[in-house]
């Protein structure tokens, strides 16, 4: 007889299951004490050699049981982490995720719906049919059947966006124009879709120009996609979304907004005039693991109509037959460009509830002060230049009087000793450290810490 293996599932999984959490919390709180700080010290050569000689050997012969294995590999993993939660670890749209999600993301790892067909996911399937029209609709208020669907992130969302636009117009190559603010990910999905390179506007403020965008589709044959962007990765900034609207409708062409960052500012009553204008885009990207405290992956693409999304439609008969969908089973082959995906709108799900609208906007009013408080502190400090105060959440700051290469070292430096997780982000011709404030507990005090390390003396070589 083989082994009986232990699955999490079914009525005995939870059995199973049960002890093994016990390990793995006590494992990740022994990995983060361990650490002590927001990033394990000593850089790439250091993390890699000790999670080499706390876990060994990858694939032994003989196994040392799941017990053993997870807390050897959790402790390890904690130890040697970029820890979101850690308020000075500030570098990236990276943000701690909340524990409601977290355990809604165990439930659904433990389940294991796939979202390619019905009978893998019926309630999984009405969940996200349920969740994504009401976030559709947050988008698209006016519209009568708004619609979204569920993928990893602004990436898979843009590309979506640019594929189609694209099947709109199949008589002629479509232009994509964009800004240089815009995210890498419009120029790789331009490419992998056989489009031509975009038309990329400079952006010598931060934001797009709408009259610059007026003169580029003036020189451009139609079909032309404008992609404007409210939240960029490097500054938080928003183009001016009603004007480059205005200017796209002006010209004939259409408008996809990739809100990864800032989308999520329609929860805050305080913070949502900034994505006025938004509605009249074609199609909108928003990532809800960044402002929304989600564990990787949750992003959103919305479209003002289902029908929209007939494009994606395709039938393959073991999941989707002819008649079963005449039947009545939902077709969810065509939510996707994926076939197995697993259920993130779960945690998302459970996180609109517990939280409300309120509840999250008042998150997202809360770091977007922590933002503006610390550019109060970078405009107090003697030794500090500010940028630019901030739009979302994301400050831009440098020592006074630095080089680029300085800058660079500190960042660096300040990673070598695990003491704090800053970014980096070219604006106005230089170099500057950035903060992208996700944490709602952040204190003033952390802050000042942060502005500390970054003005202390370098002590020694830096990587």
Not at 154 to 177: D, M
Not at 322 to 336: I, K, M, V
Not at 363 to 368: F, G, K, T
């Amino acid at each position: 007889m083989p082994p009986h293996p232990d699955l999490a599932g079914g009525v005995e999984g939870t059995g199973h299951l049960r002890p093994l959490l016990d390990i793995v919390l006590d494992a990740l709180a022994q990995g983060a004490a361990a650490r002590g700080g927001p990033l394990p010290a000593g850089g790439p050569e250091a993390v890699t050699r000790r999670v080499q000689e706390a876990c060994g050997e990858a694939i032994p012969d003989t196994g040392e049981g799941a017990a053993a294995a997870l807390r050897r590999y959790v402790r390890t993993l904690a130890e040697g982490a970029a820890d979101p939660a850690d308020p000075l670890c500030a570098a990236h749209l990276h943000a701690p995720p909340l524990a409601a999600a977290v355990a809604a993301d165990l439930a659904a790892a433990v389940l294991n719906p796939s979202l390619d067909s019905w009978d893998q996911a019926p309630a999984a399937a009405t969940i996200e049919a349920e969740t994504t029209a009401a976030l559709a609709a947050l988008v698209y208020p006016d519209r009568p059947a708004p619609d979204a669907l569920v993928t990893t992130g602004g990436t898979e969302s843009n590309q979506l966006a640019l594929l189609l636009a694209r099947e709109r117009h199949p008589a002629a190559p479509l232009q994509v124009v964009c800004g240089a603010n815009a995210h890498h990910s419009i120029h790789r999905a331009a490419w992998l879709l056989g489009l031509p390179e975009p038309f990329t506007i400079l952006t010598p403020t931060g934001v797009l120009d709408p009259a610059a965008v007026c003169r580029a589709l003036s020189d451009i044959y139609d079909p032309a996609l404008v992609v404007a962007t409210a939240g960029t990765t490097d500054t938080g900034a928003i183009d001016p979304i009603p004007e480059i609207a205005q200017a796209a409708a002006t010209h004939g062409a259409e408008l996809h907004i990739d809100a990864a960052y800032g989308g999520s500012l329609l929860f805050s009553d305080r913070q949502a005039h900034k994505l006025d204008g938004l509605s009249k885009a074609a199609s909108v990207s928003l990532d809800l693991h960044k402002l929304g405290w989600q564990p990787v992956a949750a992003g959103l693409f919305a479209v003002p109509d289902t029908a929209d999304l007939a494009p994606l439609a395709y039938q393959a008969d073991y999941l989707n037959a002819t008649d079963d969908t005449e039947a009545g089973l939902p077709d969810l082959l065509g939510r996707s460009l994926r076939t197995t995906r697993r259920p993130d709108i779960l945690k998302i799900a459970v996180t609109l509830k517990a939280l409300g609208r309120e509840g999250l906007g008042a998150l997202i009013d809360a770091v977007c002060d922590r933002a503006h408080t610390l550019a109060d502190l970078v405009e107090q400090h003697p030794g500090l230049e500010l940028h630019a105060r901030p739009t979302i959440s994301t400050v831009l700051f440098r020592p006074a009087g630095a080089t680029d290469e300085q800058v660079a070292a500190i960042r660096r430096r300040l990673m070598d000793e695990g003491r704090a997780v800053l970014g980096r982000a070219a604006a106005d011709g230089r170099l500057w450290l950035k903060a992208t404030l996700l944490n709602p507990g952040t204190r003033t005090e952390d802050l000042a810490t942060l502005l500390r390390l970054t003005t202390e003396p370098t002590e020694g070589p830096t990587r």
